[in-house]
């Protein structure tokens, strides 16, 4: 018997079973809760930024003043479990094969005792007094229900497109303190009973998407009380290119929150989607518009400037910020891939719309229903001024 399968069973876990529901899978452990917060990290390896991440919770686990535990879930069939692992406060589980973060932080969730879950991802390293800071703020409010927080504006990777989003992260989630209608599982807790309540985590989401943002809004529509609290601090060590950031924002972000936008009647109008995103997002694709169109009629260039300059206006707490963390030649370049970044994510906000009541145009033609969909054209003009950047 190796190491794992030893823990497992001596923390009498059972294998999952595919045909049980989420919620039934979580309610089953729900009488087992007596301790005050469980954080939870799932991973893949037990090395690189996981170790680093881990330790650093092992860590402020000696130092809390909370009865606290940690819950690693590898997704996956693990080698052999690092002997620093090894500690009365921490359980490993594991899926088995690999089955995406929301499937093993549901199944870490089973086997969690605290009144509180903590997820934490496995690039992120929690600030020193992030526990305390949690579990106080749960203390405090009785009536609370999920919390999340921010990275912090000093960001461990380099290179521009990793300092650039990160920085972004900070300043999208600082800028945003108070009620929130989403959910971020990067640094983000929530009541075990609220979680069990709705479910947990969307299974169908087989890897990192928009699965917590979904988590937020069900929590939401179901009365929870949500805040954003960016004096929850963590570092972020996720190294991006340029092509990770495109790939990720428009297959794993863009494309499945599109898709929770036309299934929600109502979205929060906070994060990426205030009022400020939203216009970004139309001058942006403005710009690019004019920009082409300048090449044969050169008169369009006034328009580009004049677009430019309302994106320019609306983000320049943003560049300032980027200005004064690495100089004014890495803060023309974050408009550059903020601009970028603004167009690709409403291009593909509108495709996905497009796709979509087409879809649901010859559904009710084929089911022979006598309902009329809303025109492509009344329902684009609805979501226009909703048009978001999709990085949170």
């Not at 203390?139 to 921010?150: S, Y």
């Not at 995103?277 to 044969?296: E, Q, T």
């Amino acid at each position: 018997m190796d190491e794992m399968t030893a823990h497992d069973s001596e923390q009498g876990l059972q294998r999952r079973q595919v045909e049980e529901s989420p919620r039934k899978r979580l309610a089953a452990a729900q009488n087992a809760r007596q301790i005050d917060l469980s954080v939870i990290m799932p991973t893949i390896f037990w090395s690189g930024t996981f170790e680093r991440c881990a330790r650093r919770v092992l860590s402020l686990l000696d130092e809390t003043t909370a009865n606290a535990e940690v819950v690693f879930v590898f997704d996956g069939s693990p080698p052999p479990t690092p002997a620093w692992l090894a500690r009365p406060d921490v359980k490993i589980v594991k899926t088995g094969t690999r089955s995406g973060p929301a499937v093993a932080r549901n199944l870490a969730a089973e086997s969690a005792r605290g009144e509180i879950l903590f997820f934490v991802d496995a690039d992120v390293e929690l600030a020193a007094d992030t526990i305390d800071r949690v579990h106080a703020a749960f203390a405090a409010d009785p009536d609370l229900v999920g919390l999340f927080g921010a990275y912090d504006d000093e960001p461990a990777a380099v290179g521009l497109a990793s300092t650039f989003r990160n920085l972004l992260h900070h300043h999208t989630h600082v800028s945003n303190p108070g009620t929130a209608g989403t959910f971020w599982s990067g640094c983000g807790a929530m009541r075990t009973t609220a979680f069990l309540d709705v479910g947990g985590f969307d299974e169908k989401y087989a890897y990192p998407s928009v699965e917590d943002i979904e988590l937020g809004m069900r929590v939401a529509a179901n009365g929870g009380k949500i805040l954003l609290a960016p004096e929850v601090r963590c570092k972020h060590l996720k190294q991006w290119t340029l092509a990770s950031m495109v790939v990720t924002d428009i297959v794993h972000r863009a494309t499945p929150w599109t898709r929770l936008i036309m299934n929600s009647r109502e979205l929060p109008a906070t994060l990426n989607l205030d009022w400020r995103g939203r216009l970004s997002g139309i001058c942006s694709v403005l710009l690019a518009a004019c920009l082409a169109v300048a090449v044969f009629m050169p008169v369009a260039l006034w328009a580009a400037l004049a677009c430019g300059l309302v994106v320019v206006t609306l983000n320049s707490g943003f560049y300032g910020l980027c200005a004064r963390k690495r100089g004014v030649g890495f803060a023309v370049a974050s408009f550059a891939l903020h601009w970028t970044y603004f167009v690709y994510s409403s291009l593909t906000f509108g495709a996905v719309t497009l796709h979509e009541l087409w879809l649901r145009s010859r559904q009710s033609a084929a089911s022979g229903t006598n309902v009329l969909l809303p025109t492509a054209a009344v329902m684009l003009a609805a979501k226009a001024s909703e048009l978001p950047p999709f990085g949170q």
